[in-house]
């Protein structure tokens, strides 16, 4: 079975710099990953993805410059570095992966196949 657990989120500043990490178990082998958001009274929304190997990797035009997706194949972690936060990145923040046999990323939730519980960050203005 596979599990998602995320971790790093919390309480900061505008400006501020989170780094969230995502602990994946169960997986049989590396597949692209993803992260996505749900603010308060809003639908999840894609934030960044990134591939098997980590070569290929994009965020959402709302983060870009801001946040950068990496991953540890070797610890089966895959890491969102958010720099420069605004109070409109408050949100649940979600880790999702891939079904195996896949190789890139994608920004479609519908593609992935297991989710993480999520982690609350908040910023604050």
């Known amino acids: 079975q596979v599990q998602l657990v995320e971790s790093g989120g919390g309480f900061v500043q505008a400006g501020g710099s989170l780094r969230l990490s995502c602990a994946a178990s169960?997986?049989?082998?590396?597949?692209?990953m993803g992260w996505f958001r749900q603010a308060p009274g809003k639908e999840r929304e894609f934030v960044a993805t990134?591939?098997?190997?980590?070569?290929?990797?994009y965020c959402s035009d709302s983060v870009k410059g801001r946040f950068t997706i990496s991953r540890d194949n070797a610890k089966r972690s895959v890491y969102l570095q958010m720099n420069s936060l605004k109070p409109e990145d408050t949100a649940v923040y979600y880790c999702?992966?891939?079904?195996?046999?896949?190789?890139?990323?994608?920004?479609?939730?519908?593609?992935?196949?297991?989710w993480g519980q999520g982690t609350q960050v908040t910023v604050s203005s």
């Open positions: 999702a992966a891939r079904s195996s046999g896949r190789v890139l990323g994608s920004p479609y939730q519908s593609e992935y196949a297991n």
């Open positions: 169960g997986l049989t082998s590396s597949v692209p």
């Open positions: 990134i591939s098997i190997s980590g070569g290929n990797f």
